[in-house]
């Protein structure tokens, strides 16, 4: 109805998946690039979680288009199977007549396919859509078969796609043994105000729109309050809003148009949306130090026939400066062991930083630990840049002066704060993890590791809020702009590099 008045070619804002209108924003770039290594040329399930409407099924539809021709996906679109229709399922999509075979036969003519399939160089994926939905007998039959093998190599990868609900699922006691094979997780987070704007013009522009954007600030602030950053929330409210402008004969789209959109929809704000202590903003998946390998897989691919574009992967914008994002909260089990070792046996090893990048979009506060430095060295590392470089502060000077019954944490929370006075506004730090659990005395035993790193001085320590939960965010370095800070991912001591999933982060929003 709408489509002349605004010069567009087709309905940008429909809510049925069309993989032209991938937004790659929010790290949804990077997470595709990231599925499509982690089901190339690596190992473990994978999960993907997100609320409704956070772009699972986009990114599952994206999955099924850029894949290489060597990998047979099978796309289950309704869970709620019994174990022997699953079994069906995936042999209806391996194009295999079994029906009517005993479960037993079944099995044995599907091991025996996934064999012949793999000596000839291909490879089956099994990806399922509201796997939240799956019953928990049909999730372990998922794990039975992929313990197929043919000698070292698995004859089958699970992509699982959910709700939140499958991580409460998964939680189960009678669930351990599949999640202890989930090692690649991806958490679809909602679009921050920034990204909101992006995402707007981005739809417009792909049905055709060569005008400016024709959402007012405020009307785009509406719409990310209203829709809680959820993307098909947002695609709902921003077509009734052009709707109501075009009956109001107007080009543009005020909060007027978005209040009647929001009525329409009979939608209602979720929880305070953007609450940087509470929700990670802007697809703030934390990406894992799988980086580096992925960067030598797409250099080291020469085949790239029908393969997915991944230039992105190398060049992805890096944490714009006025976003801030929250990561997956790390959860560090309360063993003597050191933490470093703790937070790897934790951490999902591919939450990828894409190419040493991590974040894409929007930024998030990244803490790190640091050490001790000499007195007079400065606690704020600024590397060179054209831009205007982070002012330096002297933190051991201000250690210094605190009491010296002060702990390191104490310390390191006043050098932080001094820190974050004095940060150019371009500030970029490194976040090595952060915890939702406020646990001083683990904190404090890391910092004394830092301590003897002689890297203290580097590590900054972010209070912060998850869940209502009371957590810390560690930092690692002051850089002045993206480019120093990746740098600086590279010169991490290779103990951080090995145990975390260090991640860019911006400081300005502090």
Not at 278 to 294: D, F, H, N, P
Request: aromatic share 6%; proline share 5%.
């Amino acid at each position: 109805m709408y489509l002349e008045h605004f010069g567009l070619n087709e309905p940008p804002f429909k809510i049925t998946p069309i993989t032209e209108f991938f937004f790659s924003g929010a790290n949804r770039g990077e997470i595709l690039n990231a599925l499509i290594y982690a089901i190339t040329d690596s190992e473990g399930i994978i999960k993907i979680s997100g609320e409704v409407g956070s772009g699972k099924t986009m990114l599952c539809r994206m999955l099924l288009d850029r894949l290489p021709t060597n990998i047979k996906a099978i796309y289950l679109a309704n869970p709620s199977l019994t174990r022997d229709e699953l079994l069906y399922a995936i042999a209806d999509g391996l194009e295999l007549d079994l029906e009517g075979q005993r479960v037993s036969v079944l099995l044995q003519n599907l091991n025996n396919h996934l064999v012949a399939k793999y000596n000839q160089g291909e490879r089956c994926v099994v990806l399922v859509d509201e796997a939240h939905a799956m019953p928990l007998d049909t999730l372990e039959e998922l794990r039975l078969l992929y313990n197929l093998q043919i000698g070292k190599h698995k004859l089958i990868q699970i992509v699982l796609f959910g709700q939140p609900e499958l991580d409460i699922k998964l939680e189960q006691n009678n669930m351990r043994q599949l999640k202890d094979r989930i090692v690649h997780h991806f958490n679809m987070q909602p679009l921050s105000k920034k990204v909101i704007e992006e995402y707007l013009l981005f739809r417009m522009r792909a049905a055709g729109y060569h005008g400016p954007n024709i959402f007012s600030p405020a009307a785009i602030n509406l719409i990310g309050k209203a829709s809680s950053g959820l993307m098909r929330r947002v695609n709902i409210l921003a077509d009734k809003s052009l709707l109501a402008a075009f009956v109001e004969n107007t080009h543009n789209i005020e909060t007027r148009h978005v209040q009647a959109a929001i009525r329409d929809s009979e939608i209602s704000a979720m929880s305070p949306w953007m609450d940087k202590n509470k929700i990670a903003i802007a697809g703030g998946i934390t990406l894992s130090v799988l980086a580096l390998a992925i960067a030598g897989w797409m250099l080291g691919r020469s085949d790239t026939t029908n393969t997915p574009t991944i230039a992105a992967v190398q060049t992805s914008r890096i944490v714009p400066a006025n976003l801030a994002l929250a990561p997956t909260p790390v959860a560090i089990p309360a063993s003597s062991a050191p933490i470093e070792s703790q937070i790897t046996q934790n951490v999902p090893t591919l939450q990828l930083a894409v190419a040493l990048q991590t974040h894409s979009s929007p930024s998030s506060v990244t803490a790190a630990t640091s050490g001790n430095a000499a007195p007079n060295s400065s606690s704020t590392t600024v590397k060179s840049s054209s831009k205007k470089a982070v002012s330096s502060t002297n933190t051991d000077v201000q250690d210094k002066n605190l009491p010296a019954s002060d702990t390191l944490l104490q310390q390191r929370l006043a050098a932080t704060k001094d820190m974050l006075a004095h940060v150019d506004k371009n500030g970029v730090s490194i976040q090595l993890y952060y915890t939702e659990d406020a646990k001083p005395l683990r904190i404090e035993r890391f910092l004394s590791r830092a301590k003897s790193l002689g890297k203290l001085s580097e590590i900054y320590i972010i209070p912060i809020k998850i869940k209502g939960k009371d957590g810390y965010r560690v930092l690692y370095g002051v850089y002045s702009n993206n480019e120093e800070a990746r740098k600086g991912m590279n010169e991490l001591p290779q103990r951080y590099k090995d145990a975390f999933a260090p991640t860019l982060n911006s400081l300005d929003s502090y």
